[in-house]
């Protein structure tokens, strides 16, 4: 919740986040997951304005929260977004949702290719991954199937991922040697393989439709993680 927090011109990075999505033509009833702190600082400056539900114990769990607390299973898709990308525009958000809706997957995620890092903004380093076709980002904007969190199979599988993130050995018995060896070596090392290629075979070792939604739009990345990042959205944002 620290970088939902952080404030540019008055405003904090969650709320440019919660206009932007109040603005797009398709989000219905925005909430805001996070702790009891971030509830009181917004509270203080527009009470009753935001709807707040205590956040869980990693991304996942406040998603789950999320839905139970709305009732979200009733929903035909539910979108994520994260708190720290104050750049984000309603324009960006209903580019990614008309893609990812039409795509009918479980999941879906954002990525944008480094070209148009390059159009707008070439004076800030962003990590990508290569693939063939070129350089992508992967962005803060995640489409899904909200039956997904009923099919305890697949729950534990992404959880268990999730966990391992930091542990390659036994994230690799979770996802299959088959994708970590394609990522290592058709990706990281010589850029061979589609991001397409590399969704569809992680979506049939994992069991569910996994999507990658490519946008034009690099402020669904542009989020804050470090010193740097803070300082170039204050030259941005005034």
Avoid: W
């Avoid at 991304?59 to 035909?76: G, H, L, M």
């Avoid at 997957?105 to 954002?110: E, G, L, R, W």
Wanted: contains cysteine.
């Amino acid at each position: 919740g620290y970088k939902a927090l952080l404030e540019f011109k008055g405003k904090y990075s969650v709320e440019y986040v919660i206009d932007a999505l109040k603005q797009s033509m398709y989000v219905k009833n925005p909430r805001i997951v996070g702790p009891q702190e971030l509830k009181e600082k917004l509270e203080e400056k527009a009470k009753g304005e935001y709807v707040f539900i205590e956040s869980g114990e990693d991304p996942i769990d406040n998603i789950r929260r999320a839905i139970n607390e709305t009732n979200a299973y009733a929903s035909e898709r539910v979108l994520a977004i994260t708190a720290d990308i104050p750049l984000i525009t309603a324009e960006a958000i209903d580019d990614f949702l008309k893609k990812a809706y039409v795509s009918n997957a479980d999941v879906c995620s954002v990525f944008v290719h480094k070209e148009h890092f390059d159009e707008e903004y070439p004076e800030i380093e962003r990590r990508f991954f290569n693939f063939r076709g070129g350089p992508y980002a992967p962005g803060n904007l995640f489409l899904f199937d909200p039956q997904l969190f009923k099919r305890e199979d697949v729950m534990q599988r992404i959880e268990g991922v999730y966990e391992d993130r930091k542990h390659p050995i036994k994230q690799a018995k979770r996802i299959g040697i088959d994708v970590i060896l394609l990522y290592f070596f058709e990706v990281k090392l010589f850029p061979l393989v589609s991001l397409e290629k590399l969704a569809k075979t992680i979506s049939k070792r994992v069991g569910i439709n996994v999507k990658p939604i490519e946008s034009t739009f690099p402020e669904v990345e542009l989020d804050i993680d470090y010193a740097e990042d803070y300082e170039f959205m204050e030259r941005i944002l005034g």
